[in-house]
């Protein structure tokens, strides 16, 4: 992705300087092509031609009330430029600046020639429980708001669309209903504008953050549960029928790491994959939710996701490629003050060190670079119900502060990443020095 050139504590790791990238590295402060985070959150892909459009949410102002549904433009899905903002608050209605609209989802319409955005669309206490329709004759905008209602007279909450590949591209609403309580999939009218008919309903499912990923002749619904900002294991159900018989639930990847603290926000084809894209939400730092994007692997005839800290993507071609790294374990390292071994199964290799920070550092030594910028992803487990954070100094230098979400438990692992300058040959990275907190305990860390 893009980065910036300075360190910014408080928010997570180190970037740096804003130019062209060929890698995609979730969790990391993504920029768009003017050096500007990315503000693009519970994301809408949409495909015109060779460009790519993200729709989502800025959350600049740290807030769920609306601000904008942002639009951002690229060819590779790896450089991204913000366009002008495809919908602003109209006072008096329903996406005023004091009620909420999430997850916009966009699609064209070939009947009427134009583009269509539906999105989540409610009062503040989210009591209103409605879907949300604009429409544009070019993808980016601006949209003209036409109304919010209840589909068929029902709740709906969080949403999504999916378009078929039938010759008349019928498109569903996908959507939590019922007070959460029911998941439906209802079909579009030809205008795209309302919905006619539901075509089938998960009856207690619990289910939120929908997508749909079609894959040979089968339909999969991608979800999470119910469970507010904070994470929990998205499930995979499929069909041969958008009105079902839908299986039972299955992980899309191990459910420990709660989809490796992300939720579900949009699921884009690649040739015979597919990329999950979800969001790290930060509900006390809702601008500074971060972007979890995975590649889905369909080579097991189900979708499961490819844990990959870097990697890239070739969308003409259809294809990803996972960066190789080399992992150096923690419990190798110097220990220094009051940090200690650990020992669970859920570390790799079984070990870890702990109590870093308060006096605690471990030293990881001979770490191999190239004379330039890496990526860094710290694997740890913070059994917290909150963040905790780690300083990172290389070679004695200035240290970056790394922020570490709760993972889930003390044995459960996950990763974030952190840009660093290494020297050609050896270099020496230090955990948890000059921190008067504790750092979540290291498993181990991989350099790319």
């Known amino acids: 992705m893009l980065w910036l050139r300075k360190v910014i504590p408080v928010f997570l790791s180190l970037v740096v300087a804003a130019r062209a990238e060929t890698q995609i590295v979730s969790g990391a402060a993504w920029t768009d092509t003017s050096g ?5 959150h519970g994301a809408g892909i949409l495909k015109v031609g060779s460009t790519f459009y993200w729709f989502g949410e800025d959350k600049t102002e740290n807030s769920a009330l609306f601000h904008a549904v ?24 329903m996406i005023s600046s004091n009620n909420i609209v999430e ?53 709906s909450r969080d949403e999504g669309l999916f378009q078929d590949d039938d010759s008349a591209q019928t498109a569903y609403l996908l959507y939590a209903s019922d007070n959460n309580q029911n998941f439906k999939i209802s079909r579009l009218d030809d205008n795209y504008y309302n919905v006619t008919a539901q075509a089938s309903v998960l ?14 002749g089968k339909y999969f619904l991608i979800a999470s549960h119910t469970s507010g900002w904070a994470p929990n294991p998205n499930k995979f159900f499929s069909a041969s029928s958008l ?27 690649l040739g015979n994959n597919a990329i999950y894209m979800g969001d790290r939400w930060r509900p006390s730092l809702l601008g500074s939710s971060r972007y979890i994007w995975y590649p889905i692997d369909f080579s097991s005839g189900s979708p499961q996701l490819v844990h990959a800290d870097v990697w890239s993507v070739n969308p003409s071609a259809g294809t990803y490629t996972v960066a190789q790294g080399t992992t150096y374990e923690a419990e190798k390292g ?30 990881i030594n001979n770490v191999q670079g190239n004379g330039g910028a890496h990526w860094v992803a710290i694997y740890f487990a913070n059994g917290d119900s909150t963040y905790r954070n780690v300083t990172v100094s290389v070679n004695g230098g200035s240290s970056v502060l790394v922020d570490q979400p709760d993972s889930g438990g003390g044995g459960v692992v996950i990763s974030v990443p952190v840009k660093v300058n290494l020297n050609n040959g050896a270099n020496s990275i230090t955990f948890g020095s000059g921190q008067s907190n504790y750092a979540a305990d290291l498993d181990k860390i991989i350099v790319y």
């Open 103 to 155: 997850r916009p989802k966009v699609l064209f319409n070939k009947k009427n020639q134009e583009y269509v955005m539906w999105f989540h669309s409610d009062s503040s206490n989210y009591g209103a429980a409605m879907v949300g329709v604009a429409t544009a004759k070019t993808p980016c905008g601006p949209y003209t708001f036409k109304g919010s209602f209840k589909p068929l007279g029902a709740d």
């Open 203 to 216: 009856t207690g499912a619990t289910l939120e953050a929908p997508g749909i990923v079609k894959h040979s």
């Open 243 to 269: 009105s079902g018989p839908w299986s039972s639930q299955q992980d899309i990847t191990t459910a420990s790491t709660r989809t490796w603290y992300s939720q579900n926000a949009f699921d884009l084809p």
């Open 334 to 363: 110097t220990l220094g003050g009051s940090s200690k071994l650990l020992s669970n199964s859920g570390f790799s290799g079984g070990s870890a060190v702990g109590y870093l920070g308060h006096g605690g550092t471990v030293t």
């Open 36 to 40: 500007n985070v990315i503000q693009a």
């Open 70 to 93: 942002s639009c951002y433009t690229s060819t590779d899905l790896t450089n991204w430029t913000r366009q002008s903002n495809a919908l602003s608050p109209v006072a008096n209605t």
